[in-house]
């Protein structure tokens, strides 16, 4: 199986090559060249594996460089109950007939980045020895908080790598920074940046576009690369948490093999949802795909009109890991869509750079209508729905999740499509705990990690144990720079 680059389909690679360079030279995204089919006996067959066997079964059809013995080796040691609360993994969790949690923070770091970069870390040393790179990795990661924690933990004392965060220097939770700074770890580095996460993510984007320091790494036997999902060795490892939902369903009794479902996706990046949307062309039974935004809904706006437009205000919200304007994620979905028209996607990413607005062709937003449906919600509605949940049905969600159950109840009243639904749960509670507390009218004024025995308090939920041990974890990290002292601290760290 080979790999394109979204922007010159002539760019042939091996998956490997893919996710050791994560990003195609031309800027495009890499792309599996076909999608591997499922076939509903598999996925019934499925209903009696683990978390493990199922996902080995969906991203072997995606590797076929690496042999099935490395991909098994490489679950036992990302998914495990070392590293997760649960031994499902990736549990549903039933709220009614209709009405589906599939809960993919039971991770180290309580979010579902961790589904992926538990395993990145093993697809990539592997690459590096199958393309007979001689250079170690180097991983830059700018953060709005919960990609850098997991993708600390994931690269903590990987052979061949190192790992360096920036973070912003007000911009994250007391969480999710008390998350990172005490990070274990002999290859890692935790660095803040004094400015907003944007001043962090162009401060990465201009080291890694720094010809010389580039060479000066090389010299060194050092070269960079990025852990966000426009590596296919993050975005592989969760299509397989899809095809695993459908095999609970299944095993439930509540759907039968080839009966439709739903699933809603809260979206930032377009990457989660995207991982649905390959499950579903592979095979698995999924009517509608729901794209749920906060009021950054630029992804709504694109769904509905064939008109993608950055040009709007920003919005800092409850749910920050969705603040996002630019969904890097869409342009694989475009190639897909274009049916593979690498042309036609190059237009529109030129689009996009030149003047931070596309349309696509009718055609194409046809397509899209066909497959997805979109909606957003205020914090108020979040909030909100974070409280009714709570009191009506014992169940405490976070931010993120709360704006996916909203506009699937949205859509459910706009269509009256009953269909049994998904919806990724994306972070636990526990991470977000001062907006959930005052979801649930808490007044105690709790500060730090007085907040989570505050939220324990107040909802009866046990808090996952990497959060608690916080409590007895020393500071590591104490370094802060300027943005223009970025490169200076990577070189530091490199020496
Ligand atoms: C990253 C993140 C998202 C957004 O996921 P994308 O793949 O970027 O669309 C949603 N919720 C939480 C909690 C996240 O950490």
Redesign the pocket.
């Known amino acids: 199986m080979h790999y394109l680059s979204t922007r010159n389909k002539a760019v042939k690679v091996s998956a490997a090559e893919a996710i050791a360079m994560g990003l195609a030279r031309d800027g495009g995204l890499f792309v599996p060249e076909s999608l591997p089919a499922i076939s509903l006996a598999e996925l019934t067959a499925m209903k009696d594996m683990d978390y493990r066997s199922r996902a080995v079964s969906v991203m072997a059809r995606f590797l076929d460089d690496f042999t099935p013995e490395e991909i098994t080796t490489f679950a036992e040691k990302a998914y495990n109950e070392r590293g997760f609360d649960t031994p499902a993994i990736a549990p549903l969790h039933k709220l009614d007939e209709e009405t589906f949690f599939l809960e993919l923070w039971h991770g180290p770091t309580c ?3 961790d589904m992926a970069l538990q395993m990145l870390p093993h697809l990539l040393t592997a690459s590096l020895r199958k393309t007979g790179e001689e250079k170690n990795v180097c991983i830059l990661v700018a953060t709005s908080g ?2 850098g924690k997991a993708a600390l933990e994931g690269f903590a004392d990987v052979e061949r790598t190192k790992i360096l965060v920036f973070y912003p220097e007000n911009g994250v939770s007391e969480i999710q920074q008390l998350q990172m700074v005490t990070q274990r770890g002999e290859n890692v580095g935790v660095c803040a940046v004094k400015g907003n996460f944007d001043d962090a993510q162009t401060g990465v984007k201009n080291i890694f576009s720094d010809e010389a320091l580039r060479d000066e790494l090389a010299k060194k036997g050092w070269f960079l690369s990025s852990a966000n ?1 426009i590596n296919w060795g993050r975005l592989l490892p969760q299509i397989a948490y899809y095809v695993s939902a459908y095999a609970d369903l299944l095993k439930l009794g509540r759907i039968e093999p080839g009966e439709k479902i739903n699933v809603c996706v ?8 995207l991982a649905a949307y390959y499950a579903r062309e592979m095979g698995v039974p999924i009517k509608k795909l729901i794209c749920a935004s906060n009021s950054n809904n630029v992804l709504t706006d694109f769904i509905k009109t064939g008109v993608y437009d950055r040009n709007r205000d920003f919005y800092t919200t409850i ?1 920050p ?2 603040d ?1 304007l630019i969904s890097s994620n869409l342009e694989r979905l475009l190639f897909m869509l274009s049916g593979g028209n690498d042309g036609e996607v190059c237009g529109y990413m030129k689009d996009l750079a030149e003047t931070g607005r596309y349309k696509v062709s009718d055609e194409m937003k046809e397509k899209i209508a066909s497959v997805f449906s979109a909606g957003f919600c205020s914090d108020e509605e979040t909030k909100k729905l974070i409280g009714e949940t709570f009191r009506k049905e014992d169940y405490l969600i ?1 931010t ?1 999740t709360a704006v996916g159950f909203n506009v699937l109840k949205a859509y459910r009243e706009q269509t009256g499509d009953a269909t049994p639904a998904v919806i990724a749960s ?2 636990s509670p526990y991470k977000f705990c001062d907006s959930v507390l005052e979801a649930l009218g808490d007044e105690s004024g709790a500060q730090g990690l007085a907040l989570i025995d505050a939220l324990h308090e107040a909802s009866g939920v046990t808090p996952p144990r990497p959060l608690l041990e916080l409590k007895n974890k020393k500071r590591r990290f104490d370094l802060s720079v300027e943005k223009t002292g970025m490169s200076a601290v990577v070189s530091d760290f490199l020496k």
Do not use: E, Q, Y
């Open positions: 979010a579902f980045k919960d990609t999902s809260p979206t930032g990046n377009f990457g989660n949802i749910s890991s969705m996002i976070d993120h994306t972070a």
